[in-house]
């Protein structure tokens, strides 16, 4: 069986190339929703239904493990599909979110004391993250920050130019606008990291970056090693099928410009699932 990484487009795939460079021998399925992308601005309801036809699609493949690599993903949808859908349809896979191992990782790992998070407005209007640092790390301010833009610059491969810069500058200016002290950025949206090298020309330097790969690869290496009985279903084939809900080609032209290699994807249709 694999492991699937889902996300509603391409960002995913920063989290999927740090999780294949850390476990690259199991055999993975990418599905991106990138028909249906973006899905920041989206209802609950509507993000709930689009992520759990995702899950239903990769539970009726050979999927023991699915992690929701959609920060907006995680946060809506996830808990309905864990308490409810999972229980009744596979209750022997699972299906992991981003939010939580990020915010272990922060009160974990780094020294912030003033955390400036950029996501997409469902993931700012969730308060999921600021739930959640209050729980674990109840002394850390949070400064959240939607940035709407960023997503569609993303999805149509402008990953430089003046444009995108004045849209990071401006973002930058209201998030120390809210709170100077901001120590550390971290990139609450999948899509992000792939802007990180502007990203990083804008933002001070003595401000830490965090990107969600680099924090969730090594909590599923974790994970699989505290959850034999999942570990052990998994085939080490080192193979990815890369799947997409729109045109195959748009989807190879650039996930082989951000993962580094050609990449051949089938297109599927979730509606019906
Ligand atoms: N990449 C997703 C996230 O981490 C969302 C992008 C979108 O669909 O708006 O939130």
Same mark, same amino acid.
């Given at each position: 069986?694999?492991?699937?990484?889902?996300?509603?487009?391409?960002?995913?795939?920063? /989290?999927?190339?740090?999780?294949?460079?850390?476990?690259?021998?199991?055999?993975?399925?990418?599905?991106?929703?990138? +028909?249906?992308?973006?899905?920041?601005? $989206?209802?609950?309801?509507? &993000?709930?239904?689009?992520?759990?036809?995702? &899950?239903?699609?990769?539970?009726?493949?050979?999927?023991?493990?699915?992690?929701?690599?959609?920060?907006?993903?995680? !946060?809506?949808?996830? $808990?309905?599909?864990?308490?409810?859908?999972?229980?009744?349809?596979?209750?022997?896979?699972?299906?992991?979110?981003?939010?939580? %191992?990020?915010?272990?990782?922060?009160? @974990?790992?780094?020294?912030? $004391?003033?955390?400036?998070?950029?996501?997409?407005?469902?993931?700012?209007?969730? =308060?999921?993250?600021?739930? =959640?640092? !209050?729980?674990?790390?109840?002394?850390? @301010?949070?400064?959240?920050?939607?940035? %709407?833009?960023?997503?569609?610059?993303?999805?149509?491969? =402008?990953?430089?130019?003046?444009?995108?810069?004045?849209?990071?500058?401006?973002?930058? +200016?209201?998030?120390?606008?809210?709170? *100077?002290?901001?120590?550390?950025?971290?990139?609450?949206?999948?899509?992000? *990291?792939?802007?990180?090298?502007?990203?990083?020309?804008?933002? *001070?330097? =003595?401000?830490?970056?965090?990107?969600?790969?680099?924090? /969730?690869?090594?909590?599923?290496?974790?994970?699989?090693?505290?959850?034999?009985?999942?570990?052990?279903?998994?085939?080490?084939?080192?193979?990815?099928?890369?799947?997409?809900?729109?045109?195959?080609?748009?989807?190879? @032209?650039? !996930?082989?410009?951000?993962?580094?290699?050609?990449?051949?994807? +089938?297109?599927?249709?979730?509606?019906?699932?």
């Amino acid at each position: 069986m694999k492991i699937a990484i889902f996300d509603s487009g391409f960002g995913g795939l920063t /989290v999927f190339g740090a999780i294949r460079r850390l476990l690259p021998s199991y055999d993975y399925v990418y599905l991106g929703d990138n +028909a249906r992308t973006p899905y920041g601005h $989206r209802s609950f309801e509507v &993000v709930y239904r689009f992520t759990a036809q995702a &899950v239903r699609y990769l539970l009726a493949g050979d999927c023991a493990l699915i992690v929701i690599a959609c920060n907006t993903a995680s !946060a809506k949808a996830l $808990r309905s599909i864990q308490q409810t859908l999972l229980p009744t349809l596979a209750p022997t896979r699972r299906v992991l979110g981003i939010i939580r %191992p990020s915010v272990e990782a922060l009160a @974990r790992d780094h020294d912030a $004391r003033t955390v400036a998070l950029w996501g997409t407005a469902g993931t700012v209007q969730s =308060e999921s993250y600021a739930i =959640e640092l !209050a729980k674990l790390a109840p002394k850390m @301010r949070l400064v959240q920050m939607a940035c %709407p833009l960023l997503v569609p610059l993303v999805e149509s491969g =402008e990953l430089s130019g003046a444009g995108l810069d004045y849209f990071l500058q401006k973002y930058w +200016a209201q998030t120390v606008a809210e709170d *100077p002290t901001v120590d550390s950025l971290l990139l609450a949206c999948t899509h992000y *990291p792939l802007l990180l090298p502007r990203i990083r020309a804008v933002v *001070p330097e =003595e401000v830490e970056i965090l990107s969600q790969g680099a924090i /969730v690869a090594p909590s599923l290496a974790d994970y699989l090693l505290r959850h034999p009985e999942i570990e052990g279903r998994l085939s080490r084939g080192g193979q990815t099928t890369f799947l997409t809900t729109d045109h195959s080609e748009d989807f190879d @032209r650039l !996930a082989e410009l951000f993962l580094g290699h050609p990449v051949e994807s +089938a297109k599927i249709d979730l509606a019906e699932s």
